[in-house]
């Protein structure tokens, strides 16, 4: 059987890499991107000299023919669904099956002068060469748009020193996913790295210079910016023009439903492109991320090569960096809190990093994270989040879900001062939070208590007959320097048993 | 804050080319002493001093004229011996006595470095505190000012432009840093003499110290604390917002300066003795004469040989095993310090192609079975006389190992090829804690859940070359012997994916993909 997967993002060289596992079918990957797959989360890398292209690879060029997948660089014109036959610019293509990842496309929404030279988004590695282009000779850059892209563009110029004016819709940063408090802390962030951040500003026209490239920005309060560069960055949409006339059901991506199938059998859309018949509650029919791309790419591979596998994207997460400040999210946090939803919110008094964990009024159920600053276990979390744990369970125990690095202050003990303080309770975090706690937590441990607790005896009394014997040893031989390397050697291995029996103590009480 | 940088680096340049341009600023007149100490035996230096006419009482300003002579003198004493042992003493290469009685080059050229050093006179040694604290403060001072001014960048990681900069990236500036670098170790190694005036330099400073004189390896030594308390400092400025690379970094800074440094030029009891050393990076601890000086020293010497043997075989295995070789190879090692402070702006170039793990592996425990099957000869050499071989042997290490791969090319190609060369392909110690952090130890860095977006940084930025986003991206823990748990990959990840944990979950659980969170497993089974 013959697979054709057309886009070779994350989504689509997943399903590939996955149908390799399973299966001997041929497989055949078409882009006209690149010639392998990279890394898209990683454009702005490049640009700002933290990696080359080469290194945002994942895979050695020598791992596709490896696992006998074929590149294609071609672009497809159109697709013969019944003759289930694609149309390249170079040559024609059959297929058993065929998976559609062929990601988005960014989002203009008919401003005058949208189509200028240096004007552009940023999705595909041809916008960062254009983006290099540009940057040449430019000397201030605008960008349209509040979200994750819009600030990766900021950091991407501002590394170069090319000042930048942030035109953002809404009344605060990404205000439409992040509260209002997390929303605020970025607005002070994007200007301490001395962004000209202005909100509720729209971009009403762009102008041309006499060569046709962009002149300066009109905004909607009348406000004229002059810049070279002009980046869009108000969101994506699925990237479906070619497939308009053709039979295969479309709505604003490609409709499919919980088994990823389009309305055309062995005809699959996964990734950026699909939309969801039937969105689960709480999600949106299209998810454009990263995490959800290679969860579908891994379904749709056990569909066709398994058995039939539900589209399950599991408890919602997702993650991103803001200049310095990494942002995770689990379960349900959005940006205007529910009527049924209680929320615990605490912020470092530097106003860089927060915790806010939402629970519901009635059952006191924990339903979502939000971490500014701080690194929580995406695990632990979901493990909370999934068995629906009271919040005070939770709080007592959020130690286990601190992921930060080793020697980082904690601030789990403020933010259960703060619930305290909050609901008149004396809620005491326990210290649990050694590895051993949270693999036993996760049911990863592979030794019982009664193991350990065993080890731990057995190693005490080894660690204490050790030493006593390399103190008598010099006693009864008259050697000197052996007995003393002998009676050295035995001494260490004694302190080595105690501190073993010393850390089991340690697993055990931190069990407590 | 640009014009204190340029100001800087113009200070830094200016001292750089005052300490290079001291090395031609002597004159030199023979010192009879000096010659007579380093030859140290009677008979050799009977035939030395009456060739020594055509240099004494000569003084010679070029450097280059005075080695063409004293060449020319030991040449001629050497043949002088030579004649005089076969004619005179009637001995010929079959007695073992010829061998003792004969010049021989090495000795010529161990004694060139003594006399250079001792003969030197004139300018130099007239403003010998001027040459000296001028080019000490114009590098240190200009060197700080360079850096200082990243204090007004927002703490976070700050990785730009590094492949647009030709000095991190094998441009013109790296290649000539690495030239740079290289010659200095040949020099240090092979040529010392050639580096004798800068001995003459830091004189001051070791006596400050101690008493005596100072030799090329207290300059080496000088110049790596030097080297490591300043690129220390701007480690630590780069990554201030992180407080494992502060504690770390700090770490590594005080252990090469009190206990790599201070100590042996101190205390005359711990002189030439690194208390952190242990074999089989320290691969001379068991040659019989430094076991000899050990014994002869007394009690503490004896305790200074057990320590190392307990070192070796109880301190470094436990530890490893609670903390991975992190704790040595990270925290406490002076080659691992250089490397993370001097080498850190040249740590992405380190090769990430699985072909390099091959490699790297084949190489790293040859170099162990090497360092082990050497040392296993000497000690054996110790109770019998049939192993005369085993000096080759040892010379041979010393030289391939000891000197080339861990000096010249370990730290000369630091710009080229990262900067743990050494530490990933041919360091014994590395491979040691290597083993037993793969198959027993509780260090591993894990993964958080599925929140890695293959971005790749964590690989890029890995010094030994672990292509980290590999397991990354599967959701699995990465266990690997290279790993010198510097902790960088979750430094620079931007999404927090990664940390470096210690816990006894069974390293056998570790490198499965145990994560398969993407699909239920209820509904497919395991992949």
């Known amino acids: ?512 | 804050m640009k014009g204190i940088r340029i100001i800087g680096l113009v200070a830094f340049v200016i001292g750089l080319m005052l300490f290079v341009v001291s090395l031609g600023l002597s004159d030199y007149s023979l010192d009879m002493d000096s010659l007579e100490s380093g030859i140290d035996k009677d008979y050799h230096f009977n035939f030395v001093e009456k060739e020594s006419g055509m240099m004494k009482g000569k003084t010679y300003t070029s450097m280059w004229a005075f080695f063409l002579d004293y060449d020319q003198m030991m040449s001629n004493a050497q043949s002088a011996i030579l004649n005089d042992v076969k004619t005179n003493l009637k001995l010929t290469t079959a007695d073992g006595d010829y061998w003792s009685k004969i010049l021989k080059n090495e000795k010529i050229n161990k004694v060139k470095f003594l006399v250079a050093r001792d003969s030197a006179q004139g300018f130099l040694l007239r403003k010998r505190g001027l040459f000296l604290w001028l080019s000490l403060i114009l590098i240190c001072v200009g060197a700080l000012m360079y850096i200082f001014p990243s204090m007004n960048l927002l703490p976070g990681i700050k990785n730009d432009g590094i492949f647009h900069s030709g000095l991190h990236s094998r441009g013109a500036l790296g290649i000539t840093i690495g030239i740079f670098m290289t010659v200095f170790y040949i020099v240090l190694y092979w040529f010392p003499h050639l580096m004798a005036n800068w001995v003459v330099l830091v004189q001051p400073i070791k006596s400050m110290m101690m008493e005596g004189k100072a030799d090329q390896w207290f300059l080496y030594g000088f110049i790596y604390t030097i080297a490591i308390l300043i690129m220390g400092i701007r480690f630590m400025i780069k990554y201030r917002h992180n407080k494992y690379q502060l504690v770390r970094t700090f770490s590594v800074m005080f252990f090469q300066l009190c206990f790599a440094f201070a100590l042996p030029n101190m205390i005359r009891a711990l002189q030439g003795v690194d208390l952190k050393n242990a074999w089989p990076l320290d691969y001379s601890f068991f040659f019989e004469y430094r076991i000899n000086a050990l014994i002869e020293e007394g009690n503490f010497g004896l305790w200074l040989l057990v320590w190392g043997i307990v070192l070796m075989a109880i301190v470094v295995p436990i530890i490893t095993y609670f903390y991975g070789k992190r704790w040595y190879c990270s925290w406490v090692c002076g080659c691992g310090g250089l490397a993370e402070t001097l080498g850190d702006p040249f740590r992405q170039q380190s090769d990430k192609s699985l072909k390099a793990w091959k490699i790297e592996r084949y190489l790293i425990h040859f170099v162990l079975v090497f360092a082990v099957v050497m040392t296993i000869l000497v000690v054996l050499s110790l109770f019998t006389d049939k192993l005369g071989f085993s000096y080759n042997v040892r010379a041979w290490y010393g030289f391939f190992i000891g000197s080339i791969f861990a000096g010249v090319i370990g730290t000369g190609f630091y710009p080229l090829m990262g900067n743990r060369v050494w530490c990933r392909f041919g360091c014994p110690l590395a491979a040691y804690m290597g083993l037993i952090q793969r198959i027993k130890s509780r260090f591993r860095i894990t993964v958080n859940g599925g929140q890695c977006i293959s971005c790749g940084n964590c690989s890029t930025y890995c010094e030994m070359g672990i292509d980290v986003r590999h397991y990354a991206q599967r959701g699995q823990d990465i266990v690997r012997s290279s790993c010198v748990g510097c902790g960088i990959c979750a430094a620079v990840c931007p999404r927090g994916v990664l940390k470096l944990e210690n816990g006894t979950v069974d390293i056998d659980n570790r490198g499965i993909d145990l994560r398969t969170i993407h699909v239920p497993m209820d509904s497919v089974g395991i992949l």
Not at chain 1, 226 to 255: M, R, W, Y
Request: glycine share 8%; proline share 3%.
């Open chain 1, 1 to 512: 059987m013959h697979i054709a997967i057309i886009g070779n993002g994350i989504s689509g060289i997943t399903a590939a890499r996955h149908i390799r596992k399973h299966s001997n079918h041929k497989i055949s990957v078409i882009s006209s991107e690149t010639d392998h797959f990279f890394s898209r989360t990683a454009l702005m890398y490049i640009y700002m000299g933290h990696m080359r292209y080469k290194e945002t690879k994942p895979y050695e060029d020598h791992f596709w023919e490896k696992n006998r997948i074929d590149l294609v660089r071609d672009y497809v014109h159109s697709i013969n669904f019944k003759g289930k036959k694609l149309q390249l610019k170079n040559q024609e293509i059959s297929y058993d099956k065929l998976i559609l990842a062929v990601g988005s496309t960014p989002n203009k929404f008919g401003w005058p002068g949208q189509d200028l030279d240096g004007v552009q988004g940023l999705y595909a590695y041809q916008d960062v060469e254009t983006m290099e282009h540009w940057s040449k000779d430019l000397k201030h850059a605008v960008i349209v748009g509040g979200g994750l892209i819009g600030i990766e563009m900021a950091e991407m110029f501002l590394s170069r020193k090319i000042p930048v004016t942030f035109l953002v819709r809404e009344k605060s940063y990404w205000n439409g996913v992040l509260p209002s408090e997390e929303s605020a802390m970025i607005n002070r962030h994007i200007e301490a790295h001395h962004a000209d951040l202005k909100l509720s500003t729209e971009l009403k026209e762009i102008l041309p210079d006499k060569n046709g490239r962009v002149r300066a920005v009109i905004t909607n309060k009348g406000e004229e910016i002059e810049c070279q560069f002009v980046g869009l960055t108000a969101g994506v949409h699925p990237n479906i023009n070619f497939l308009k006339d053709s039979e295969l059901a479309l709505a604003k991506g490609i409709l499919v439903n919980e088994y990823l199938e389009t309305n055309i059998p062995d005809v699959y859309a996964i990734g950026d492109c699909a939309q969801m018949q039937n969105p689960r509650k709480g999600r949106r029919p299209i998810e454009a991320v990263w995490y959800t791309g290679r969860m579908m790419g891994e379904t749709v591979a056990h569909t066709i090569c398994k058995k039939k596998t539900v589209y399950n994207p599991g408890i919602w997460f997702n993650s991103a960096k803001f200049f310095d400040i990494e942002y995770q999210v689990y379960g349900d946090v959005p940006a205007k809190l529910p009527e049924d939803y209680k929320t615990l919110y605490w912020e470092h008094p530097e106003g860089n990093r927060a915790i806010r964990i939402l629970y519901h009024k009635n059952t006191n159920e924990v339903v979502g994270f939000n971490l500014m600053g701080i690194r929580y276990r995406h695990e632990v979390c979901e493990q909370w989040l999934a068995n629906k744990t009271h919040i005070e369970e939770v709080l007592q125990h959020l130690s286990l879900a601190n992921f930060d690095p080793e020697f980082y202050s904690t601030y789990e003990k403020d933010l259960v001062q703060k619930y305290n303080q909050q609901n008149g309770r004396e809620l005491v975090l326990s210290n649990r939070s050694s590895t051993d706690a949270v693999a036993f937590f996760l049911g990863k441990n592979t030794q019982s208590k009664a193991d350990i607790q065993q080890g731990m005896k057995r190693n005490l009394m080894l660690g204490i007959l050790l030493i006593l014997l390399s103190f008598i040893l010099p006693f009864l031989f008259t050697v000197k320097l052996p007995i003393m390397i002998v009676s050295g050697l035995l001494v260490g291995l004694g302190i080595g048993l105690l501190l073993l029996s010393f850390s089991q103590r340690q697993v055990l009480s931190g069990l407590e």
